[in-house]
């Protein structure tokens, strides 16, 4: 249950006669707090004079405030009450709420603001509530401004720009007037409306007063609109949101400039991320490398530049991390239970392996590469991490490579050049050479010189098995990369790139189950030179 959806139980009980929108009237001052460590809160409310404005409802006493963390259920931290000042005095202000943050500097809160229509001691049934959420800062005040006037001039509608399909969220209409800093106006909530423009792909359920619960339905761009309407005033607000495709198969398109997202073969469900909101002038979009990390967001090497993440490809959530020293190509995220937005691996110019934290670049660390013959790889075309988390890499030296950590510690090798059992043939200028594990530690090549992908148990080559040509009905068969899902019997996926771009799907490595996806062009389901695959 949503914070917002608890401030009705917690600031009265009673069913809902009348409610408050709550949203931005709230900014902070440089006052000290009354003792070190703890921050303060300062709420002003505004009654309107009796010749310009009327209060709503009009029999309103008594204004309750409460302070409430985020957790789930919320806690009360605080409370005060406030009543109706005399006639002429337009502004009340409520004693001064003093908070120390959970973190030690800062804490957001949600200040709640109920109208009764008695007194402290007996404030009978609640008649309107309205919050809003402000960031405590140790040794500063806040202030929260809510007013009873019923002029809006504007209306904030609050939630996600970018959605999946299948997600459910919620959007939140705020009433606000004109004044500077702006503050809540309390309204009738039967004066506001939050529809859909037209054919739309968004779904709206009233949750509570201004918050809707709203469910992405349909892939594309949909607008939903925000009323409110009173004799006096006709007021609209909007929130545009684009929504994805649920991709679970994610493909660098490198000669159409963007990556694909597939829902399934052999008729995909089709969507395409081009970056073309973050274009900068003279760089265009490359596409080298895609990963997942355990949540599903997206990683791409757009080499030579930088690497991206986002959270589908709507480009929800949009970071760029540049590698200092070196651009991003072959990329790998530790995708391991538990270990969220994981760390990333990668491979720069200079033939090293890198990793970093996080999207910051965080405890940059490398090995191998081509400086002064010290620990070099020969071109890697593959990373991967096993569940004991040692590091894989295919290089272009025709072996596959084994090492516990970033120091190497524990490097043993396997295969040279040929086409027999424990060989590979990979020209690593033409691409090719990827590499998956699945979760059983069972290691998969894209032998791509040999026409073949390959398994292994171990990096001992122990129980080789080959997954040829013929399992797919063509004679120009050249995988560049292969990737597992997650089940324990994993599904295969192959790209080959050598004539018709195409995407296979295998049961296991007898070839059973072929699904196929893919063609040459721009167009849906089809490919330009792709070169890495994903899937979850």
């Not at 408050?20 to 440089?30: F, L």
């Not at 609209?236 to 000669?255: E, K, Q």
Request: aromatic share 6%; glycine share 12%; with cysteine.
């Amino acid at each position: 249950m949503k914070v917002r959806r608890l401030i009705a139980m917690l600031l009265g009980g009673c069913a809902l006669g009348m409610l408050a929108g709550c949203g931005s009237g709230a900014g902070t001052g440089g006052a000290p707090a009354a003792s070190r460590g703890r921050g303060s809160i300062k709420i002003f409310i505004k009654w309107p004079k009796a010749a310009t404005g009327r209060v709503i409802p009009s029999a309103t006493q008594l204004i309750r405030i409460q302070v409430l963390d985020t957790s789930n259920p919320p806690t009360v931290l605080a409370q005060e009450d406030v009543q109706r000042p005399a006639a002429g005095v337009n502004t009340v202000t409520a004693p001064v709420i003093d908070i120390t943050p959970a973190s030690g500097t800062s804490q957001s809160v949600v200040v709640a603001a109920a109208a009764f229509p008695g007194t402290a001691a007996n404030p009978g049934t609640r008649q309107a509530v309205g919050s809003q959420t402000v960031t405590v800062q140790s040794g500063q005040t806040t202030n929260a401004n809510f007013t009873m006037a019923t002029r809006v001039a504007n209306l904030t509608v609050s939630g996600p720009t970018q959605a999946t399909k299948g997600d459910t969220f919620t959007v939140t209409v705020t009433p606000m007037d004109g004044a500077t800093p702006p503050a809540v106006v309390i309204v009738d909530p039967t004066t506001v409306s939050l529809t859909t423009i037209g054919t739309s792909g968004l779904s709206v359920v009233p949750l509570t007063g201004f918050t809707y619960t709203v469910t992405a339905t349909v892939i594309g761009s949909s607008t939903l609109t925000a009323t409110y309407d009173e004799q006096e005033a006709h007021v609209t607000g909007g929130l545009t949101i684009g929504i994805a495709l649920p991709a679970t198969i994610f493909v660098a398109d490198s000669g159409n400039m963007r990556v694909v997202g597939l829902d399934k073969l052999p008729v995909p469900g089709y969507t395409t991320y081009d970056d073309s909101a973050h274009a900068v002038t003279g760089q265009q979009f490359n596409p080298n490398s895609v990963a997942l990390d355990a949540r599903g967001a997206i990683y791409v090497a757009n080499y030579p530049y930088n690497i991206i993440r986002v959270d589908n490809l709507a480009g929800q959530n949009y970071q760029s991390f540049t590698p200092p020293g070196g651009t991003a190509s072959t990329m790998y995220v530790d995708r391991r239970p538990g270990a969220g937005q994981g760390q990333i691996y990668f491979r720069t110019d200079n033939g090293a392996i890198n990793r970093v934290d996080d999207m910051t670049g965080k405890n940059l660390v490398s090995f191998g590469g081509f400086v002064n013959n010290v620990n070099i790889l020969g071109n890697p075309s593959g990373i991967a991490l096993d569940s004991q988390h040692r590091i894989y890499v295919f290089d272009g030296s025709n072996q596959l490579i084994r090492f516990d950590n970033m120091t190497g510690a524990g490097l043993v090798k396997l295969g040279s050049q040929g086409s027999g059992t424990n060989q590979f043939n990979v020209n690593p200028f033409q691409g090719g050479g990827g590499i998956a594990i699945d979760s059983s530690n069972h290691i998969y090549v894209a032998d791509s010189d040999n026409n073949r992908i390959v398994r292994m148990d171990d990096i001992t080559g122990t129980n080789w098995t080959v997954l040829k040509t013929s399992s797919f009905g063509g004679s120009g068969f050249r995988p560049l990369t292969v990737a597992v899902d997650s089940p324990a019997s994993p599904h295969i996926y192959v790209l080959d790139n050598k004539n018709s771009p195409v995407i296979y799907r295998v049961d296991d490595m007898a070839g059973n189950g072929l699904l196929r996806a893919g063609g040459v062009g721009s167009g849906t389901g089809q490919f330009s030179f792709p070169v890495s695959i994903a899937v979850k």
